[in-house]
């Protein structure tokens, strides 16, 4: 059985080392007027982008970034984002008081103290109705993580892991985390589910704050595959309805997260009698 909790670094690997100020932030799919995207109404959608923006750019103290999503047709619109290695994804929720076949256009503005003109893209959108999803059936046939396909597929000693991303303190709010909140699941408005761990958790932060500075690094990533790992399975328990199934995790990952790490660490040590 692979091991789950697999930190090891691959041949080739670096270290993802982001610029201050971008020189550059570009939509990873363009949405033009002549090739629109479609939006379902009252789903979330997501926006992709590709920059060399340091993972902090929008949240650190001194010269942070600023970022604005609009939409002419609404005086707010609700959305959020999340910035890391380069990749910037954005959550836009469709309002249910569109109407079918609207088209609207999503306005993404970043700019910074650096930068005499703003990065500016407009996405269009062509609303339809929102259309109820099928689980996909399983396989019985179980393909390995090398055979799988997707960006989506991390190696992590042969087990795949969805999207997933950090949240700081200072982002607590959008995601309705505070220091005991652990992990919270997110349709990314396509065919799956994105998950944000909290990356300032009490609990973690203890155990880091107790352990050797080197340690610190291997208690995040264990503590967030372990949490990962509780996701995943209780995503996929077809005895829940699938609406129902992200505060359940994020309710259950909440209890959890104190013994989490203390868990995965006794279970490293214990030895067959």
Known sequence: MANPFFTGTH???????????PTFYEP??????????????GRTIRLQFMTDAENQYFTRDIEPGSISVECDD??????DDNL?????NISVDIPKS??????LVIIVTVND????????HEVYLEVEPKRERQS??????????SEKEGDDVKDQGGLGLPQVYPVLKEKWDEHEFDKYSALRVVHNGESGYDYYYNQ??????????VAKDQQAELLETQFKTGLVLIGMSMMSDSGSPEEKRPEQIALTTRTLSPVLLPMINGLGSVEVE
């Open 113 to 120: 103290d650096s930068r005499p003109e703003s990065f500016a």
């Open 136 to 145: 996909a059936k399983k396989s019985s046939k179980k393909k390995s993580a």
């Open 74 to 79: 609404f005086d707010e619109l609700a959305w």
């Open 11 to 21: 041949e080739g690997t670096e270290e993802y080392e982001g610029k201050k100020f």
């Open 28 to 41: 990873v799919h363009a949405h033009s007027k002549d090739k629109t995207r479609v939006a379902e109404i």
């Open 200 to 209: 300032d958790n009490a609990y973690l932060r203890h155990e880091q704050k």
């Open 84 to 88: 890391w290695n380069g990749k910037h």
């Open 98 to 103: 569109v109407s079918v076949g609207r088209e």
